[in-house]
């Protein structure tokens, strides 16, 4: 089975703080995703990235920053938290050729920023 | 631009009934569908796709879903609901060379 593992279930952190949620996929899976959820809003892409040291901005990229040194990781970065960030934060990733293939997520984790 | 509408927020069910779950679209060209399910504090995972062929389309714990291209639908079906599938319920589309585009999410609520 594919497992994507994000390193954080709940995490609370405080405005202005730097903040990194870990993700780790064990199926060398070239695509790599980063989303948040809130109520109401379902899924919206951050970032994404097709390779390794390869990122692409996706529909809400404001306010984060992501980092692909090898590829079953991919990490998201806040480079000063803010209360507005506080959300459900998702990784998924997908094998290629990717155009029907289905993306694997992880449990996810909680922000809090205070 | 691609969309997806989920039109209702919630949908509550007593067990042992059918279930539907609303999904509408927009894309160019042929869509790919997805439907996800979300348990509490659990990530996504994925029930059943449409990418070509037959318009019913079965999938994971007894769901189906109805590729309707006329009325740009995917609406997700069970015939007989099971308080275990109360989740929130997420329809996702994606076009060739695009990323996936997912809908509001549904609560489905199965009462026993």
């Known amino acids: 089975d594919v497992k994507v593992t994000q390193s954080s279930r709940y995490l609370v952190k405080r405005t202005g703080e730097k903040v990194f949620l870990e993700c780790v996929q064990d199926m060398d899976h070239e695509n790599m995703f980063w989303y948040r959820q809130d109520p109401g809003l379902g899924l919206r892409l951050i970032y994404f990235?097709?390779?390794?040291?390869?990122?692409e901005k996706g529909d809400i990229p404001e306010g984060y920053s992501v980092s692909r040194e090898k590829k079953e990781r991919f990490s998201l970065i806040l480079e000063s938290a803010s209360t507005n960030q506080t959300s459900m934060y998702l990784c998924?990733?997908?094998?290629?050729?990717?155009?029907?293939?289905?993306?694997?997520f992880g449990a996810g984790t909680r922000l809090s920023v205070l | 631009a691609q969309s997806v509408a989920q039109p209702e927020d919630q949908v509550n069910v007593a067990e042992g009934n059918p279930l539907t779950v609303k999904c509408t679209y927009s894309v160019s060209g042929n869509p790919y569908l997805f439907w996800y399910v979300q348990y509490p504090n659990r990530g996504l995972q994925f029930l059943l796709k449409?990418?070509?062929?037959?318009?019913l389309v079965k999938g994971s714990y007894g769901f189906e879903a109805e590729f309707n291209k006329s009325q740009t639908s995917f609406h997700l079906k069970k015939p007989s609901a099971l308080v275990s599938d109360s989740a929130l319920y997420f329809c996702?589309?994606?076009?060739?060379?695009?990323?996936?585009?997912f809908g509001p999410g549904t609560r489905l609520s199965v009462l026993p």
């Open positions: 998924a990733s997908r094998p290629q050729p990717s155009s029907k293939n289905i993306q694997y």
């Open positions: 449409y990418i070509t062929g037959d318009n």
């Open positions: 990235s097709y390779d390794v040291k390869m990122k």
């Open positions: 996702a589309v994606r076009n060739y060379g695009q990323n996936f585009v």
